[in-house]
């Protein structure tokens, strides 16, 4: 019964590869994320959809590709990775305003 | 300036005492104020929203806004161990925008 599910868990691959993080949430909110979080922690914005729609579209390398197939589910697609795109992702849906976070995907881009 | 502003800490207090974390915020439009604790390894999780000037108070939390200094605080009283984490404050300017989040204050509880 989890609320936002997001795998793989960990992700650990060779610059230049593409890799793509699926996530998805059975709570039934019209609005999903993608965010960023560094080894700083700072937690910050990617993408916003609702309804499938992209509604924030924050200052991301267009090697950054989200794809929102259904309201429940938001696809985040990375080609030709970096090593500063190592990070934890977070997806989160959200009804209102409070965020619901998945557990996150750990990045590491050797 | 940052739009939301945290002390990254770490902050540390003994077991019993009360714990006091701030945030200054840029956008004095701003609506809708929220503080989010994260575990080391885990994802955040919402403790408290607040929406107007003064106090609002949950459990063990109370969460203050003054938006006239664009201030926002939270305090934990009688701070135990499993309340060390990671506190995000964070800033909602309407419904429409999308969510800021400061860097976060890391809290340790001394036994």
């Known amino acids: 019964d989890t609320a936002v599910s997001q795998t793989p868990k960990y992700l650990v691959t060779q610059m230049g590869n593409d890799k793509s993080i699926k996530c998805e949430q059975n709570?039934?909110?019209?609005?999903m994320y993608w965010y960023k979080q560094d080894s700083k922690k700072f937690l910050k914005i990617m993408f916003s959809?609702?309804?499938?729609?992209?509604?924030i579209n924050e200052t991301v390398p267009n090697r950054f590709s989200p794809k929102s197939p259904d309201k429940a589910h938001l696809n985040l697609h990375i080609n030709s990775l970096e090593l500063g795109d190592s990070a934890v992702y977070f997806c989160?849906?959200?009804?209102?305003?409070?965020?619901?976070f998945g557990p996150g995907t750990r990045l590491l881009v050797l | 300036q940052k739009e939301v502003e945290q002390n990254s800490g770490p902050l540390s207090v003994p077991e019993g005492a009360i714990a006091s974390l701030n945030c200054t915020y840029s956008?004095?439009?701003?609506?809708?104020f929220f503080w989010y604790r994260q575990y080391s390894g885990k994802s955040p999780e919402l403790i408290m929203s607040?929406?107007?000037?003064g106090d609002k108070e949950d459990g063990r939390f109370t969460a203050q806004l003054n938006k006239a200094s664009q201030y926002v605080s939270l305090l934990i009283r009688d701070s135990q161990p499993s309340d060390s984490a990671t506190y995000l404050c964070?800033?909602?300017?309407?419904?429409?925008?999308?969510?800021?989040f400061g860097p976060g204050t890391s809290l340790s509880v001394i036994p």
């Open positions: 989160a849906s959200s009804l209102v305003e409070t965020q619901y």
């Open positions: 709570l039934g909110h019209d609005t």
């Open positions: 959809y609702n309804n499938k729609e992209l509604i």
């Open positions: 956008d004095r439009v701003s609506q809708s």
């Open positions: 607040i929406y107007s000037n």
């Open positions: 964070a800033v909602l300017k309407t419904s429409y925008d999308k969510v800021i």
